[in-house]
């Protein structure tokens, strides 16, 4: 048998925690959304409905103060929100504006698809790119230009060219390349960016395990390429013809737009670059051919200015 003294030790307990919970429910009473709610409803809500609705107002109130403080809720990234089910108060959880937003960051980066590719591209958007009076070069304004007017205009049923940058060592062609996938993604637009140097590496690998056909079908297929640092490197004639010439067949075939970022000029690329492969042979009627799509697919811009990886 308990003793008295514990007897009205408990009992003194459960008073507390009624006043207690008396206490939190006035705050939650108090608290301008309940207010609004019940004030909203009055009507369809009666007394009763509101004593039996206690506890999910109580869970709306407490679930706020835990997000407030940034402290573990029930559903992370939803916001708890009152409504009437029925004449009965409930409790239902909605996603975060931040959980909306981050699920929209996520999905605009699985739209810019990219291929050994750096890791700023995904920072890169057109309001960042340089055109203060230092860096507004003629080269630069009319590339930015022309890359802006690309986002506005595009559509998958009316083919225009993409660009092709040229220019000197850092001077932003693909920074400019990343700023106009990402506001492509904007408009839901998808866009594969590839280094194309790593790419022809990798495709070279894959020869032994049969699977470059399958990589080269799936980033010619893309709605918009680009192809980033094209002739950094001596190409094979493999690559030239089997990869790049592939890609490049197909997409003028299907009219799809693609932009090509280079170190070189659209003639310097053809003459000293497509024409000599890695042998040592020329073979300018190869060179011509791939040139012919080249200039097909897009429109070379030069771009001046001085090195921004200077910067820093
Ligand atoms: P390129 O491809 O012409 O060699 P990059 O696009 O790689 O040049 O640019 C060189 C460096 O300058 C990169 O590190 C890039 O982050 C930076 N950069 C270029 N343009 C901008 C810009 N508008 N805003 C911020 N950083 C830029
Ligand atoms: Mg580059």
Redesign the pocket.
Known sequence: MESLNKTIQKMMQGRNVAANMDQIMKQVYADPEVRAFLNQHRDQLTAESVRRGRSKLYEFFHEKQLIKEGKATVAPGYSPQLQLDSGQIDVTYVPTQQLIERRHQAHLRQLVNSINM?K?IRR?TFA???LDDQNATAGRVAAYSAAEEFVKTYSPDHFQPGLYLT?S????????LAATANALAQREVATTMVHFPSFAVEMKNSIRNNNAGEKIDAVKRSPVLMLD?IGADAMSTWVRDDVLGVILEYRMQEELPTFF?SNFSMAELEKQHLAINNQGVVEPVKAARIMERIEFLSREIQ?NGEN??K?G
């Open positions: 750096p700023f890169a960042d790119y340089y220019g060592f850092g001077v932003g062609k693909t920074y400019l640092d970022s771009m921004l990886r910067k």
